[in-house]
Every structure is written in structure tokens, then in C-alpha cells.
């Protein structure tokens, strides 16, 4: 049987990864009898769909902007190329 | 330098980093978490358009073209940035981040504590910010792999081939940093949800 710092790994690389067969079953028995490990799954599943979302841009409420210095030292580079 | 003025297809530096100057900001700022690093890397990727303008197609859209270079100059700086931090500086740490979560027969020593409606906290504002306080206190070689992979929507190979690491070290370093995304999450978020007792 793995242990939940194994099946804790397994079910990370499930996202970068596709598992073999016996990793598959291995962590399906594991998840059966674990509650922890069910949840650490599904809030893995949902770290991925936040950054997912975080890295299209739903950030735009930040409001991020380059700054007036920023711009203006830009803008001079470009003058002087 | 040519001075010409621009063909109907692409419009001047000046407007560029008028028109285009937050998004790529923006996009540079998501990848980078530092103002100054994604500062320069607009002002690069402008450069790098200047000199290059004649390559344009004209076929992409203007902001696709200088999103493309800019996603360059993104890896070059983590390129620069993995050969001033050497990977394994936190291999250490790592190791002590295993212990303090699992016990020394692999069961978690704190279970993950159900969290309350995740998908209900994409909604609120206020959770961006904490995940981006998150995402930037991660270890500088997880951040890195996590950003390229997770955010940057880099193929495994692709990220391999940037951080120059092998498959399962790069593995190893998403997993780190996804425990500890997922424990700051839950302590500085989750925890302090109010919970749905009728």
C-alpha cells in the first residue's frame, strides 16, 4: 500500500505526467480508504483550475499598469536606438 | 536608424507601448512577480520589435507579434535567473518541508482541512491577491518551475529544456511547490472563510 506522502507525489505528477497503470491503481486504492488524500486531490484539481485562471488574466482587477517612470524611460530607450 | 514612418500594418514604437504597453507589462509581471525584471522585459521585447520590424508579417496581429518576442525575453530571464541561483540551493529545505508535512511513516501529520466551496473564492478579488502573495513566497527554483509550467503554460520538456533539469527533478519541484500553494492557501484563505453551518 503507498503511503500519503507517496500518493501526495503521485497525484501531483498526474498533472504533468500520464501515470502507468500500476501508479493509476495504486493511488485509486489508496484514495478509497483516505479522506486526506481525497481532499489533498480534488484541491490540487482546483490549484490548477485557480492558476489556469489567474494566469488568463482575471489579475486585470489588479490593475496592473506600467508606471509613469516606466514608460517615460521606455520611450527614451526607443528615441535613442 | 530608419525613421520612415510605418506601412498602414504596424504603427509606430510610440504607440505601440501606448496600445500595448499594460498587457505586455502585465503579461511580463504574471511570469516574473517583479516590476523592475517585467519593466525591462517590455522595454526589450520594444527594442527587439524596433530593430526587427521588417520581420513582421503583418500576418499577426501587432500585439500577437510582440507578445511573441516578449515571451522570449521572458525565458532569457529565467535562463539568467537559473544560472544565479543554482537549483539545488533549496534541496535542503525541501527535505525539512517533506518532514514537517508527513511523519516518518508517510501519513500527513495535519490532514488537509476540507475547504469550503473552493470554486466560490475564483469570484472574489481579494483571493487573487492572496494567491499571488502565495505564489510569491515559493522558493525561487519552485516558483520558477511553477510558473513556467503552471502559468506560462510551458510543456514539460519545454521547461526541462529551460530550467535545465532532468523530467523528475522538475517533478519533484511542482510537487514542493504545489504543498506549499496549496498549505498557504489554506491558512491564509480557506481557514478564514466563514463556514456554511446554516
Known sequence: MLTCKEVSALVSQSLDRRLSWRERLGVRLHLFICDACTRFKWQMEFLRRATQRFARGRIEEVSLQLSDKARDRILRALKQD | ?198
Open chain 2, 1 to 198: 536608424m530608419d525613421r520612415t514612418p510605418p506601412g498602414d500594418k504596424l504603427s509606430t514604437p510610440d504607440g505601440w507601448l501606448e496600445q500595448h504597453g499594460d498587457v505586455l507589462y502585465r503579461y511580463a509581471y504574471l511570469r516574473l512577480r517583479n516590476r523592475e525584471a517585467a519593466e525591462d522585459a517590455v522595454q526589450d521585447t520594444l527594442l527587439a520589435a524596433l530593430r526587427g520590424r521588417q520581420q513582421f508579417s503583418g500576418a499577426s496581429a501587432e500585439r500577437t507579434w510582440l507578445i511573441g518576442i516578449l515571451k522570449h525575453k521572458v525565458s532569457d530571464y529565467w535562463r539568467r535567473a537559473g544560472r544565479e541561483t543554482p537549483l539545488d540551493t533549496d534541496a535542503e529545505e525541501q527535505e525539512n518541508l517533506l518532514d514537517l508535512l508527513f511523519d516518518t511513516t508517510g501519513h500527513w501529520r495535519t490532514a488537509p482541512s476540507p475547504w469550503n466551496d473552493p470554486d466560490a473564492a475564483l469570484e472574489q478579488s481579494q483571493f487573487w491577491h492572496v494567491l499571488s502573495d502565495c505564489l510569491a513566497g515559493l522558493p525561487p527554483a519552485h516558483a520558477r518551475a511553477f510558473s513556467l509550467c503552471e502559468i506560462d503554460g510551458l510543456e514539460g520538456s519545454d521547461a526541462c529544456k529551460v530550467l535545465d533539469v532532468a523530467p523528475t527533478n522538475l517533478w519533484v519541484m511542482l510537487h514542493r511547490a504545489r504543498l506549499r500553494l496549496r498549505q498557504c492557501l489554506e491558512n491564509r484563505w480557506f481557514q478564514r472563510q466563514p463556514t456554511n453551518d446554516a
